[in-house]
Every structure is written in structure tokens, then in C-alpha cells.
């Protein structure tokens, strides 16, 4: 992998919040700075199979590879209460990222989601918009994405721990 990668003074922190319609991607640095903010869209109807749609958003996330001091990355696990046909897609979605950080020695950790609702807004059961509204009072950012926000919190929860 050949990546022109601007990132390579700081001490950088990462959270991904995957989904198979809106993966969420924050990078930040050492002081919480968000440096790298993705949405990655993909719909169904844009693909002929799963795997080309779970390899698209891979690529999207690989940059983290060439991160020179990408210090951890937060992963939100899966949600295993909200099982269905996509729930194995997700599984495989999963499965990909992490080992492509694995196998470029990228620290992860996986975050099931009421882990980090409890760490971030102190309710594990909150839902996304009370999540949104609680971490925009603490980090002082306005989110507009669900997605963006978990993986906001994700990225001060490797950077903070």
C-alpha cells in the first residue's frame, strides 16, 4: 500500500464506528484536535455484491496504516441486539478492519457500544440523540452524524485511556 500521508509529527487517536451504510471515522491528535473526519456512504443499491461494498469501505479506512504514530485505534463492537441478514455482513466488515490494522501493527481495542455511551455520557443505554446532545456539552462540537459522533467519542476514549 503506497499512501501519501500528511500525518507524521503528532501522536494521532482514531475511532471508527462501523456500519454498512455510514461508517464514522475521526482521527485526533494529542490535544484532541480532530485532524481526519469521514463519513463513508455506501448503499446496497450501488453494488452487485457484499464483499465489493465491505472492500470499498476498507479502503476508505486504510490511511490509518500509513498514520506514523497512530498511537490506538477505537473500534465500536458489534451490537448483538440488533441481529438480522446484515448482522454477519457487519461481522465481516469487522473482521476486515481489524485485520488490516493487525496485520500493520496498529493498535486496536474492540468497544462494545454500552461501554462507550457509559464512558461517554455516563448511560449506557442512552439513545443517539441523547448521545449526540451529552457530547456536544462535554467536547464543546456540535454533531451533525451519529456515526461521526460515536466515532468522536471513540478517538477521546484511545486518547484519554
Known amino acids: 500500500m503506497n499512501f501519501e500521508c500528511p500525518y507524521r509529527d503528532e ?3 482514531a475511532g471508527i ?3 454498512l451504510n455510514a461508517t464514522g471515522l475521526v482521527m485526533i491528535n494529542n490535544h484532541g484536535e480532530i485532524v481526519e473526519q469521514k463519513l463513508i456512504d455506501t448503499y446496497t443499491e450501488n453494488y452487485l455484491c457484499v464483499e ?3 472492500l470499498d469501505i476498507l479502503s476508505e479506512i486504510k490511511f490509518l496504516t500509513c498514520v506514523n504514530k497512530l498511537e490506538k485505534v ?17 461481522c465481516g466488515l469487522l473482521y476486515l478492519v481489524t485485520t488490516l490494522l493487525f496485520d500493520n501493527d496498529v493498535i486496536y481495542k474492540l468497544i462494545p457500544p454500552k ?5 461517554a455520557v455516563d448511560n449506557g443505554n442512552a439513545d443517539k440523540t441523547i448521545m449526540m446532545e451529552l457530547s456536544e456539552k462535554r467536547w464543546g ?21
Open 11 to 13: 501522536i494521532y487517536y
Open 17 to 19: 464506528d462501523l456500519s
Open 52 to 54: 465489493q461494498r465491505l
Open 74 to 90: 477505537y473500534i465500536e463492537g458489534l451490537s448483538y441486539n440488533s441481529p438480522g441478514v446484515t448482522f454477519h455482513e457487519r
Open 115 to 119: 461501554t462507550l455511551k457509559k464512558w
Open 141 to 161: 462540537i456540535k454533531f451533525t452524524d451519529d456515526n461521526i459522533c460515536d466515532a468522536y467519542n471513540l478517538s477521546q476514549m484511545a486518547r484519554l485511556e
